[in-house]
């Protein structure tokens, strides 16, 4: 469905420090850098994947986004996407996608939502009994009854959000790409557009590439992480692997009848520890956690425990560590 | 063709929001054409010899120029295109199943429309009821009025094609006022909307004829009022038609010229 091969983009920026003099100089001369925003990026994704792409700020995942959606030209490499190259027959392959750039916006600032939506509904030729139904569903899902007869520029960022999504898909796209989708949503919106998006995927079988930097996001969608930094591919697998390889921590943090005494655990370290509570780190593949309480419980008066799994923001942390991003 | 109409009824409805707007435009322009009526009579009054075109003709010419100022005007800009190009919301532009120039061709074309629609008909109606020798008359023939009314549309069909190349410059300088300014005086000097273009010295006038901007605003005027006769309107209709042609063709080329370049950053 969708295959990139060797995929290549570079961008050159002027740079000048600041003050008033190196604005004067550059005036006559400007020193450019080279900027590789993608490295020789592959992968291939199936229909019907939910694709989670993740990444640090400015590790390339916009510019993926891009290129796969035909906005900009790769130097190098190889990209199809149902048999089209997106930046050669952009006008033919962009009906068959929806996207939806979280920082930028597609609708009308000055009249009714509905309106721009009706606009969109002509441009893609939409037939209007298809539209109808479409747009009912999109409505319902999203819950936009109260604000798609208000003008956009009346909207939160949150209603906007909700609006640019049933936006990108109005004319039922096969592909979506979501940069961003949940910026500025608040809970109950996120719940509500994560909920739309497996909806999708499941009832029309929609593949859906997703950027973000809500983990949680990618914890309820996707089955498979994309992980780049630094224009390059790192990790490419399901989220469970991922969890695997560096999940193995868990903590531990126990509350007891006052012992001023410090307790040592072999295989563990401590993250904190009062006279009531000690917080443990442990490492699952020298020692069990069933180990440590009894340790624990050896040595004081337990009151309380609770086990963690590492979460996975931590993971993502310790990711862009080992991979020095 | 759809969709074309569908911005053009969506650009209608936002226009039609504006009626304040609407109005002082009204009003301005009614100010505005008496005091220019009013320096070209005391010229005129004081004329050592008579001048290429009649005090009678230029009224014409001046009514018709305040009544569809935004069909002639390039400064009538849509700054929202100017935004998203340099805020770089163009990115969802480039995702439709449309070409990009006759989208925004569509955009430019109904913003002027819309905007005229409103404010055409109230100063037309004032200005035929005012009293002579200020008032504005039927053309001389029918043919005339038919001739006049294929070159205005003609001319605004122009003057958008010559404006989608301020647009594509945007994309070069990423701001608008530069281009604006040039484009701006240039094409509002040599439509003859400063001075009309009989007025200019021959000199001058050799220029204006050469350059397409008279054909958007000095020549459909001066077809209502008779100064230019049938027979020549023809050819000036001709002349329009091949202009369009030209600079439609060379405005996609440079479209999509710059598109191949553009990067969308951030975001």
Not at chain 1, 121 to 140: A, F, R
Not at chain 1, 161 to 184: V, Y
Not at chain 2, 232 to 260: C, E, F, H, P
Request: proline fraction near 5%.
């Amino acid at each position: 469905m969708i295959h990139l091969e060797g995929i290549s983009k570079s961008y050159k920026i002027a740079k000048r420090s600041s003050g008033l003099r190196q604005a004067a100089k550059a005036l006559f001369y400007r020193e450019h850098t080279t900027i590789n925003a993608l490295k020789d990026i592959s992968f291939s994704i199936k229909q019907g994947e939910i694709v989670g792409y993740i990444g640090p700020n400015g590790a390339g995942k916009s510019t993926t986004i891009k290129i796969m959606s035909g906005i900009l030209v790769p130097d190098t490499g190889k990209c199809t996407i149902m048999g089209y190259t997106p930046w050669k027959d952009r006008t033919q392959y962009v009906k068959n996608i929806g996207v939806v750039f979280g920082q930028r916006s597609q609708l009308w600032w000055d009249v009714p939502v509905i309106d721009s939506f009706e606009l969109l509904k002509d441009i893609y030729k939409v037939p209007q009994q298809e539209y109808k139904s479409t747009i009912d569903l999109l409505i319902e899902t999203l819950e936009l009854q109260e604000i798609v007869q208000s003008p956009v520029r009346q909207l939160s960022l949150g209603q906007r959000m909700r609006c640019e999504i049933a936006a990108s898909l109005i004319h039922n796209p096969k592909i979506i790409f979501l940069d961003e989708p949940t910026i500025g949503l608040d809970a109950v919106s996120k719940i509500a557009v994560r909920q739309f998006i497996k909806t999708i995927n499941k009832e029309k079988g929609v593949t859906v590439i997703l950027t973000t930097h809500d983990m949680n996001d990618i914890e309820a969608l996707a089955d498979r992480v994309i992980l780049i930094g630094k224009g390059t591919l790192l990790y490419d697998g399901n989220l469970e692997e991922l969890r695997k390889q560096f999940g193995t921590t868990k903590i531990i943090t126990a509350d007891y009848a006052k012992n001023t005494d410090p307790i040592q655990i072999p295989g563990t370290a401590a993250l904190s520890w009062t006279p009531e509570r000690i917080v443990l780190s442990i490492d699952t593949e020298r020692v069990k956690p069933s180990e440590v309480i009894t340790h624990l419980s050896n040595k004081v008066e337990l009151l309380d425990v609770t086990i963690e799994t590492k979460p996975i923001e931590d993971i993502i942390v310790q990711l862009y560590k080992e991979y020095q991003i | 063709m759809k969709m074309y109409l569908a911005v053009l009824r969506l650009r209608l409805n936002m226009g039609m929001q504006y009626r304040a707007a609407a109005l002082a435009g009204v009003a301005t322009q009614f100010f505005w054409g008496f005091i220019i009526i009013m320096v070209f009579e005391a010229f005129y009054e004081h004329a050592a010899q008579t001048p290429p075109i009649s005090l009678k003709e230029l009224i014409q010419y001046i009514w018709l120029q305040q009544a569809f100022l935004v069909f002639v005007m390039m400064w009538f800009r849509d700054n929202e295109l100017f935004d998203l190009i340099t805020s770089g919301n163009i990115a969802y532009e480039l995702c439709r199943p449309s070409g990009l120039y006759g989208f925004w061709y569509a955009k430019l074309l109904a913003q002027r429309l819309s905007s005229a629609l409103l404010r055409c008909f109230p100063i037309l109606i004032v200005a035929y009821l005012l009293p002579e020798p200020y008032n504005l008359e039927p053309p001389p023939s029918i043919w005339a009025f038919l001739l006049f009314l294929s070159a205005l549309l003609l001319g605004l069909l122009l003057l958008v094609a010559i404006s989608m190349f301020l647009y594509i410059s945007v994309f070069i300088t990423l701001s608008p006022m530069g281009s604006l300014l040039v484009f701006g005086v240039l094409s509002e000097f040599f439509a003859g909307l400063v001075i009309p273009v009989p007025l200019m010295p021959v000199w001058l006038q050799k220029i204006a004829y050469v350059l397409p901007f008279r054909w958007t605003a000095d020549f459909p005027f001066r077809v209502y009022s008779g100064h230019i006769p049938e027979q020549d309107a023809i050819i000036g209709i001709l002349v329009q038609l091949s202009y369009l042609t030209v600079l439609v063709w060379m405005g996609r080329k440079a479209l999509n010229g710059v598109l191949k370049k553009v990067v969308v950053q951030g975001g």
